[in-house]
């Protein structure tokens, strides 16, 4: 997402400094939203317990919340639609006919994450499908090895998932390799589903299906929204949903629908 950022940011007369979501570097964008070095803040990942939000809230700067949306926060907040996402993953895996469908989440801090997971479930509980507990994984972080771990122990049961929606697709190039550690064939075996189209997902040694979230207008509403905000704006914040879009590739066989 930063690098489609930039380049917004730049455009419109912005330069951009980045802190990450690491507590060290939280607190030097804490240190410099308290010295004034800072016009206004874009927050990718933001959460309840963020300090440099409760900071930059408090200092009356303008605030854009990208990616995240925070309930009862009166501020811009920009979001693809990870409910109808996840909805869209469940219906897809149910149309084609997949039995024994699991899925790899993890902590509920992100609405990302949990927006993610309950329109798959919501979505299942539409079809009349059981989404199985014991087909049901949490990862404490969203690395490689968490999706590796996570789909060797879900690949182990006596009767194991034929298909896996990870929350997010770095989860889903661990399952991938899992599945292949174990010559588990994906997709005559195995189906994955990720969510998110980062880069390495089209590589022809992941062939990811997933979900693609539009970063480019999302991008630009932020942008376009943090501008108006530090020219003076005083309207009502709003929150704007945009679409996802379901990628197909060949780690569920390029098996497609007209509508999903």
């Keep these: 997402m930063l690098q489609t950022l930039g380049p917004k940011m730049s455009a419109a007369g912005l ?23 800072v016009d206004g803040v874009l927050m990718m990942t933001a959460t309840t317990g963020s ?17 995240r949306v925070l309930q009862d926060v009166p501020l811009d907040q920009i979001e693809s ?23 790899i989440s993890g902590p509920q801090d992100a609405s990302t994450i949990r927006n993610r997971e309950a329109g798959f479930r919501d979505q299942m509980e539409s ?28 690949l182990e049961l006596a009767n194991p998932p034929n298909s896996i929606f990870c929350a ?14 174990r010559g588990i064939s994906v997709p005559d075996e195995l189906w994955l589903v990720g969510y998110d ?10 062939d990811l299906t997933t979900i693609r979230q539009p970063l480019d207008e999302m991008c630009q509403l932020a942008t376009d929204r943090l501008v108006e905000r530090m020219g003076g704006s005083k309207a ?17 066989a390029r098996h497609s629908f007209l509508e999903i």
Aim: aromatic content about 8%; glycine content about 6%; some cysteine.
């Design 81 to 103: 639609d990870n409910h109808a996402g996840g909805a869209r993953v469940a219906q897809y895996l149910v149309r084609a006919g997949r039995s024994r469908i699991a899925m």
């Design 168 to 181: 997010n697709d770095v989860l889903a190039l661990g399952a991938r390799d899992a599945a292949r550690r």
């Design 15 to 37: 330069r951009m400094v980045v802190w990450s979501a690491d507590q060290d570097d939280e607190t030097f964008a804490v240190d410099a939203l308290k010295e004034g070095s």
């Design 51 to 67: 300090s440099a939000l409760r900071e930059a809230v408090k200092s009356n700067l303008p605030v854009v919340l990208i990616n």
């Design 197 to 206: 189209d980062i880069e390495m997902a089209s590589w022809e040694a992941f």
């Design 236 to 252: 009502d914040p709003v929150t704007i949903v945009v679409r996802d879009e379901l990628i197909i590739r060949g780690s569920t």
């Design 127 to 154: 079809c009349g499908v059981e989404l199985q507990k014991q087909f049901t994984t949490y990862v404490r972080n969203f690395s490689y090895q968490a999706g590796f771990d996570a789909a060797t122990r879900l």
